[in-house]
């Protein structure tokens, strides 16, 4: 079975460009999460969907982050316009049957903001 | 505020026993995950405990106390491969998952 595919697996962008990732989640799970991990750093999470539906955006700077997840499968998180900060790594992961469940994460994309 | 403490670092031999501790401070508690992160790559799953005690699975065994906001993973028998940060995660009464920075362990032969 695959895992969770995430692409790409590197972005270097410059500062006030705008960034996407995507995420296709191991069939079958309905909720999706997407994190941010700084080094040194646990992951944050930054938004969490079950199927479509986003049900915790709260971590999620909505002045330029954003994410949708038409059909409630595959995803997609946007950066516009990138800043210096938002140098790190984003992670996808899936779960089936909710948050007591473990969550299965891709490899992630790691950005850097120039 | 929501919190979750481990230590950053330690050092442990190959063969040996090593104890890495976990305290949390969350909104409502829902259970707590360990997972496993190699350098350069994503976590993976270790264990997850919602009641107090002991779980063992193979060389790995995580324990809970809900009344001391404490858990603490148990590697045995430690291989040079099991060099790699373990983040201790607490899921609130939100069910959001506040993960500690991790604790990275280091194996010498």
């Known amino acids: 079975e695959a895992g969770v595919v995430q692409s790409p697996r590197y972005k270097i962008i410059e500062k006030k460009q705008p960034v996407a990732f995507w995420c296709n989640p191991i069939?079958?799970?309905?909720?999706l999460y997407w994190y941010r991990q700084n080094l040194g750093q646990g992951p944050e999470l930054l938004i969490r969907?079950?199927?479509?539906?986003?049900?915790?955006d709260s971590q999620l700077p909505k002045d330029r982050f954003s994410a949708e997840r038409l059909k409630g499968v595959d995803s997609t998180l946007k950066i516009q316009p990138a800043e210096l900060g938002d140098s790190a790594v984003y992670l996808c992961?899936?779960?089936?049957?909710?948050?007591?469940?473990?969550?299965?994460f891709g490899p992630g994309t790691r950005l850097t903001v120039l | 505020g929501q919190n979750i403490d481990q230590p950053t670092e330690m050092t442990a031999t190959e063969g040996a026993i090593v104890q890495i501790n976990c305290t949390y401070q969350?909104?409502?508690?829902?259970?707590l995950f360990w997972y496993q992160q190699h350098a350069g790559e994503a976590p993976t799953f270790l264990s997850y405990?919602?009641l107090d005690g002991l779980e063992e699975k193979g060389r790995f065994s995580s324990f809970l106390s809900r009344s001391k906001g404490y858990s603490y993973l148990l590697l045995k028998e430690l291989q040079m491969k099991d060099s790699a940060s373990y983040h201790c995660?607490?899921?609130?009464?939100?069910?959001?998952?506040?993960w500690g920075a991790g604790t990275k362990l280091i194996i010498k032969p």
């Open positions: 992961a899936s779960s089936s049957g909710g948050p007591y469940n473990e969550q299965f």
């Open positions: 069939s079958g799970h309905n909720t």
């Open positions: 969907y079950e199927n479509e539906e986003a049900v915790d």
């Open positions: 969350t909104s409502g508690f829902n259970g």
């Open positions: 405990n919602v």
């Open positions: 995660a607490a899921l609130d009464s939100y069910y959001q998952l506040i």
